[in-house]
């Protein structure tokens, strides 16, 4: 009795054995198959981000090379519109130099040695270099100080203005030789009004009004060293070496410059009169 209930205990541990074996078998398959399939979804993740990140780069060498293409040509093209702009200038404040010299040469209100006199238009070969030179810089500085105070140039903007500006500085110069006031300081303030009055006509500007001043002082300081180092005179000198009526010429070109540097950086292009 005793061997045939051992027999029947023997016989169920290993039943219950061999279904326990049989049992965990499937668990280790499952744990196995969940292992495989999260390494393989992390090997796509992996390969995906992989893939964005080389198609990310890509477009970045691609915008990054466009950009500079870009401001390559813009550098071009602001630098090609600037000489343009500075040769125009340098035409220009060269040969208002020459005319303008040769009306106070024939008023006898400049004197030059005889040996310049043979050259360039019987005038100094040196006067429309210079001049067009500060043409040129003071042309260029205008439309740059309008920018840097955020100052814009909205009156007149159109080319007959100008025209009528240069006009206007052209019969200034023409009275400081052709009026006959024998009172120095009379004359000085008239010239000096009407530059004044070319002023606030075709600017009413800060910048046009400081750096008019600063021109103006500057150029005449230039024009006494040179009169003192006896490049050439003036005829009844009443300011320095000079006459006292030099400063307002100098004012009124460098407004007169100015404007026409300020249109040549527009384009050229005509705006309605902002009065």
């Not at 009306?103 to 019987?122: A, D, G």
């Not at 005038?123 to 043409?135: E, H, K, Q, V």
């Amino acid at each position: 009795m005793n061997r045939s209930v051992g027999f029947y205990l023997d016989q169920a541990l290993k039943t219950s054995g061999d279904q326990a074996q049989t049992c965990q078998m499937p668990r280790l398959e499952d744990h196995c198959w969940s292992c495989s399939c999260a390494s393989s979804a992390e090997t796509k993740h992996s390969s995906g981000a992989n893939w964005l990140a080389s198609k990310a780069e890509e477009m970045m060498s691609i915008i990054t090379s466009v950009l500079s293409n870009a401001y390559g040509s813009l550098h071009d093209v602001r630098t090609a519109n600037l000489i343009r702009r500075g040769l125009v200038l340098f035409t220009v404040g060269a040969s208002l130099a020459l005319v303008l010299n040769l009306l106070q040469i024939q008023r006898n209100v400049t004197l030059f040695p005889e040996e310049v006199m043979t050259t360039l238009f019987s005038s100094a070969w040196w006067i429309p270099p210079c001049c067009g030179t500060g043409a040129a810089v003071v042309g260029l500085l205008y439309p740059c100080l309008d920018s840097h105070l955020g100052e814009p140039h909205k009156f007149k903007r159109e080319w007959a203005s100008v025209m009528r500006c240069i006009a206007v500085f052209v019969g200034i110069n023409h009275a400081s030789v052709k009026l006959n006031i024998d009172n120095t300081v009379q004359l000085s303030l008239t010239l000096a009004a009407l530059s004044l009055g070319l002023w606030w006509t075709f600017d009413r500007s800060r910048s046009g009004l400081g750096l008019g001043i600063t021109t103006a002082f500057l150029a005449t300081v230039f024009t006494q060293l040179l009169v003192y180092n006896g490049v050439y005179q003036y005829t009844s000198p009443d300011f320095l070496y000079v006459r006292s009526w030099l400063p307002c010429i100098f004012f009124s070109g460098g407004v007169t410059v100015g404007n026409i540097g300020r249109q040549l950086a527009m384009g050229g292009v005509e705006k309605p009169h902002m009065d």
